[in-house]
């Protein structure tokens, strides 16, 4: 524990007591990043802390309704404030009942009867859209510079039901995002579930600064019952589908399918999904995912589908975390050499845009 | 595992296998100070091993009743000597039967069929006060120099009931010495249990260079329900309290509060409290602590008292784990501000004292 | 997670992913060593993860039966192989289907539709010499000049009845090498469970630059009931004990003892065990022990045999287990003092022999 003592009852202005975590050498993520912070759902009038690129992030809602994002420790002597309480729209510390606004003042120090200005702590911007509350932890300063939370229009469809779900995964965030940036994991990862064992040709890739995608058109392929069911066609059925999915941004990817007709190649079905992934730290992340399809959208459908789904997940939660588990374990100093295919580029190049991203950062 | 072959057999006298733990830059708690090592109702025939200071202690009676406390290492290939078992008055190997005496000396090597002098354990000096059980474990050629434990006189007056617990604590100890030299946290951490809500304001402060002392004094303020039932007191009569605390090593802090008529001025109650913190290492501890009072001492009150004493203990346990975990989780180089008001004056005192107790070992 | 980007679709051979763990200075095995990996009865058609000197590896048994070791890893995206399946002598990767032989050599990338000669991973060399899979995970380019395996004759030798099991110790593995070699720890450790207590006087000790051996005769010594009764002979009849032990290799130990009646000095009985262990890490083991005798060999009593011997090796683990957590939690700098007498000898001589295959190795 180490001790810094400032001026008892300091009254001028000061810094908020914030510091970026782990120097940006140690780490694979940015902090000048919209990331997903909580789902709306989760966020009310009950503290709610979690831990978020390396830092400590408290999240309420007001009495209005918004969302607050505060930094989840009292400048005082370091207590969670998540173990407090509201009172109205401030938070109150639970040790010794320090308030602090929804900007991040404070607002009152029992002892000392007054506010104390110099126990300011950081209020982090926040958008909420739901599904996703985004949250920014980064330099305040350069805000205006970094892209906005990107936009999930179907999640705003009336025509689209959605099921969502968090994991707290024990793995660094990019084996999720590369995860999923290589569909051929699922005719093996997801053999005996998903059972969509097609994908094995090169999808056409393309990237910018910003964006890497893929896309893939399955011409009267067999459908895995997993999408067939849903559309009320038989499972094998050779059906049309129009495959494509892009990294958006360091905290999200999307992928989507759409199902036509192979005789009409009318859409008779569109099938969406979100995969958002925030760093915790190094070596574990928050994993928001949400699907939405514009069919098979009864309640009882909507069940089987998220359990469905939720089984699938577990499956590349497995092998990621036994990939981060055996990095962990290694004691060599060298880095053992990674062999990368074609069906890697979207995977590389999303690293390179997350390096542009640490880039910008430190440069 | 680091070894380290010596000569074998060997029969010159040499020094003692310890050596002083965790260099002091990366400890904040004292080697060359009297600590409790336990309850004195914890030592007995049975071996006790406890990990003190970062050092492993072995503790046991003799059979004339003496507490014992030796280096818990043997020195032949470092077993725990508290595996082994007691032989009269000498402790004996469980893993090759070598024997040690109280001082420490090696009294047999089985295989030797002599005693092999080399081998020697550290006996630490040892003072038993009931309920508890100093020990030294620092530099013994200054020890003429280091203050004395302090001494409890209300523990040996028979007009007091006493309770007592000991909990391991996962937080550094000077967590909870500041817990308890700043009593606003009742109002907040303790506020459905001990339900003492009125402590607001300023005591008054007083420090020399060994202690840290706060002072209070409530007149007629509503009595707080664990107070005055034990006192055969209604619940939220206005009384009379003078309250005092005192930082007076780095060992243990006392709490004592004396209950006064408010019509005769008269003392009716005294209530006394030592909270006796030992580092285990670095980020947990030992807290022995101890209640007195002189009313309400039947073996039914005081055992209520103990549940009701427990359970206060647990919220401040589960404050301070939370902030240790929260300092042991962050990565960034750069310690976050820490703002202190008035009120900190008792816990900054008292972070002094023990920095000139370091400082007095380092320099 | 360091990631080192290779060219896609390499088609140029490379050297194998695999780098020596762990600086040779960090550890005390070496990785130029023979080492048991599995018990025979362990490797079959499915496949086995082990992580042994700091190394994944994977076995598998072909389809004609021998024994295949493979580096645990895939070098694509490092999933571990053994989390994937066997297609008929090849393994393939669970997370995206890429196949490896048994040379190591790729054969299949799925979506490449061809093998990628870089994607080599590295395969062991084994020796299968039952109940033991040896296996070298060091540098090759020197395997001849290291000691093949040691035999065990007896396991071969049908007029022997034999146990083993396998246990997972949290314990660097010379402390179990000392354990055995030291085995006045008999009239202590297992005093209640072998009741050989016999064990004081100092054996006769020789060594060379390979081997450190002590062999004890025991005249007409009480027989404990562990010997005696698979002997059919009264526990506790004076009786002759020749008993011998070798330290073989760092990855070997065997005893023995031959028992004579003491009228005829005729061999009644023989008695053999091997304990290989082999480091998983610096601080924990595989534990692959095997006790054969040519007396007492029905199924039952070779039953509660291993049952017997089971509870006498939970004792030493216990012990040793202690020993290197308490080594681990030592944060002092200065290593303390090791006193050895002359029962040590072998143990000492053990390490010798060992610091002597490290140095091979660095040097």
Redesign the interface.
Known sequence: ??????????SKE?PA???????SA?R?YPMNCWWVGAFSSEVGRELLGR?LL?T?VLFYRSEEGDVVALED?C??????LS??CLQGDEV??????FRFDRSGANTW?????TA?R??RIRAFPVIEKPPYVWVYLGDESVIDDVPPPPVLEWAEDDSFGMIKGRMEIKA?Y??LK?NVL?L??F???HASTFKITDW???PEFTANDTTATYRQFFKESPLSPAYAVPLGLPPGIPYDRDNYGSFESPALQRGQVDFLDPKTNAVTGRFRVAHATTPI?Q?TMQYFWVLGRDHGRSPEELDAFSKFIQTGFEEDE??IV???A??D?????????????????AG?QA?RIVQKWMDRETG
Do not use: F
């Not at 400048?75 to 969670?80: D, E, G, I």
């Open positions: 524990m180490q001790i810094e003592t400032t001026n008892q009852d300091s000061k007591t914030w510091a970026a975590p782990r120097p140690e694979n831990w390396d400590p420790r400048p005082h002597r370091a207590a969670p173990l407090g109150q510390c639970g040790y010794h009942g120090v029992p002892s000392a009867r104390v110099s126990a660094n990019m084996l590369e290589d051929t994991h005719g093996y990862v094995v040709d090169l730290n070596n497995a092998m036994a990939i981060q055996a990095e374990r290694k004691t060599s100093p060298v880095a053992p050499r990674e062999v990368s295919v074609k069906m890697d580029t590389i690293r």
